[in-house]
């Protein structure tokens, strides 16, 4: 099974109003982290935001907040007042465990287009 | 500003050549970094980890021999592609994370896009 499930290949949006990217996961570990990251056109990863799974209130970092729901095992980007910089590809990442490398393993990304 | 640094953005080179990318954490140490590569359109998909002192850990389905990594120091880890050919070809990215605790984020280089002619 896929440990990230991003079901949007790509999400238009007008400037100046808000867009939900989805984000589903699995694991039975108690202890995890979620991550979002932006790729713009040029190739690096930018990060965005981060969810504790033990975290009790939603993630916001400026218009980025992250609609965590735990029972549901989703962890939604919502991006309010879009602008056209935002336009990029944006994945969701997660960590599984505390110990270790920590690695990440990331969905398959959304192709956000920002229209003016 | 930037926290990683990646090194060279772009190589195109002959078949045959060994490719050595770099990748350095600008302003703290980083005992362990990532490799990763991405294919056209498609995600993220992790190679190694490069750990400092010792022998990197690489994942399923990848060959030690042809990705060469060295993490000399805190702070630089450099991944070699080794006789590349042109099925090599792709994005390689390298992400370093503080120490200090699982709520670090992973930071990423600008990556090195390797074309094999």
């Known amino acids: 099974a896929q440990k990230i499930t991003q079901t949007q290949p790509g999400m238009f949006v007008q400037e100046k109003e808000a867009v939900t990217l989805d984000c589903t996961y699995d694991?039975?570990?108690?202890?995890?982290?979620l991550f979002w990251y932006k790729q713009p056109s040029s190739g690096e990863m930018i990060f965005l935001i981060y969810q504790g799974s033990y975290d009790q209130q939603n993630a916001t970092e400026g218009r980025y907040s992250l609609n965590f729901q735990k029972a549901r095992k989703s962890a939604n980007l919502v991006i309010s007042a879009s602008q056209l910089g935002d336009s990029a590809m944006y994945f969701c990442a997660m960590r599984e465990g505390d110990t270790g490398f920590q690695k990440l393993v990331f969905g398959t990304g959304t192709r956000l287009l920002v229209s003016p | 500003g930037a926290v990683v640094s990646q090194h060279p953005s772009w190589v195109i080179c002959k078949s045959g050549t060994s490719v050595k990318i770099e990748c350095r954490s600008l302003d703290f140490q980083a005992t362990t970094m990532f490799w990763y590569r991405q294919f056209p359109k498609q995600s993220l998909m992790l190679m190694a980890t490069s750990n400092e002192g010792s022998k990197a850990t690489y994942e399923q389905g990848v060959e030690k021999d042809k990705f060469l990594i060295n993490h000399a120091s805190l702070t630089l880890s450099t991944l070699t592609v080794t006789s590349a050919h042109p099925e090599d070809s792709s994005f390689y990215i390298c992400?370093?994370?503080?120490?200090?605790?699982?709520?670090?984020?992973?930071?990423f280089g600008d990556g090195t896009r390797l074309s094999i002619l």
């Open positions: 694991t039975s570990d108690p202890s995890y982290g």
């Open positions: 992400s370093a994370r503080r120490q200090g605790g699982k709520y670090q984020p992973q930071h």
